[in-house]
């Protein structure tokens, strides 16, 4: 069985993708349930610790929602929450993620070290985006929260982006759903580009563990086995999920 945590109400906790902001439950449950989840991946020596600024997190949270042009997003606030602690936990120099459509996923993974929410100073955040007018509209986004430019979208194909970069990639977030027909098979392919620039301890974040995991399986067989990663676990929180991976 691969390592998993779920929490009960992973199936009925819902949102609806064109209204993105709104509450879907008390703050405390939301806080409690992401508590667990860090308590889970923090055992399996994925993270080293568990704590991070809920505020500095809500301060990120009401700025996207006031400033960032959002047509529709599968990312609910649990896992907004999710992703932006293990940024804020692991502290990634250099973040790159992949697939990042309107940007609402990049800076859920940027929005801990740039903006409102900034709590640790990065090098480099990279969002990689295919189509050219969702990458443009990804980068205007991140323009209005990040004068500093520390964080950019950019048009690209993730795998021969990912190629050609130099230097260390500390976490990489894979939410790319193949426009060159490979699916969400190309989780892999961005992966095994970025494989020889991710450090010991580097994190991979991949969005869809739950809801495409068939499509996924050959990436998820890749990540579970301890030939490859130290370690990595399915985080179950809602329809979606979230496989969290570190070598
Ligand atoms: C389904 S969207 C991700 C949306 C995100 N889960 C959310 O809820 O906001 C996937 C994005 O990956 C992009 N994409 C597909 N293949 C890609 C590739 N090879 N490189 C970069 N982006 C890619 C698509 O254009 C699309 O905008």
């Known amino acids: 069985m691969p390592a998993e945590f ?10 609806d993708m064109h209204d993105p902001h709104r509450k879907l439950e008390p703050l405390e449950h939301e ?7 860090l308590e889970h991946l923090c055992a399996a020596g994925i993270i080293p610790h568990t704590q991070y600024d809920s505020d500095k997190m809500l301060a990120f949270r009401a700025q996207v929602a006031a400033s960032f042009d959002i047509p529709w997003t599968a990312i609910t606030p649990r896992q907004q929450r999710l992703i932006w602690a293990v940024n804020a936990i692991s502290q990634p120099k250099t973040m790159v993620a992949a697939g990042v459509f309107c940007g609402n996923t990049f800076i859920s993974n940027a929005g801990a070290a740039v903006g409102a929410g900034a709590v640790y100073r990065a090098e480099r955040l990279i969002g990689l ?10 980068e205007r986004n991140v323009r209005r929260i990040d004068p500093s430019g520390v964080a950019k979208c950019v048009a690209a194909d993730a795998v021969d982006f990912v190629r050609g970069m130099t230097g260390d990639i500390n976490l990489l977030y894979l939410d790319a759903d193949g426009a060159g ?4 098979g190309v989780y892999l392919d961005i992966l095994e580009a970025a494989w020889d620039k991710m450090p010991k301890g580097s994190i991979v974040l991949a969005h869809n ?3 495409c995991a068939e499509k996924l399986a050959y990436y998820l067989a890749f990540v579970r086995d301890t030939a490859n990663m130290a ?5 179950v929180i809602d329809g979606e999920g979230l496989e969290v991976s570190a070598r």
Do not use: C, H, L, T
């Not at 985006?129 to 990804?138: G, L, S, V, Y």
């Open 209 to 211: 563990s739950v809801n």
């Open 231 to 235: 370690a990595s676990m399915n985080v």
């Open 6 to 15: 779920r929490s009960p109400d992973w199936d009925s906790y819902r949102m």
């Open 129 to 138: 985006e295919i189509k050219q007018d969702e990458a443009a509209r990804a």
């Open 181 to 184: 027909g490979r699916g969400k």
């Open 31 to 37: 806080v409690r349930i992401v508590d667990r989840a």
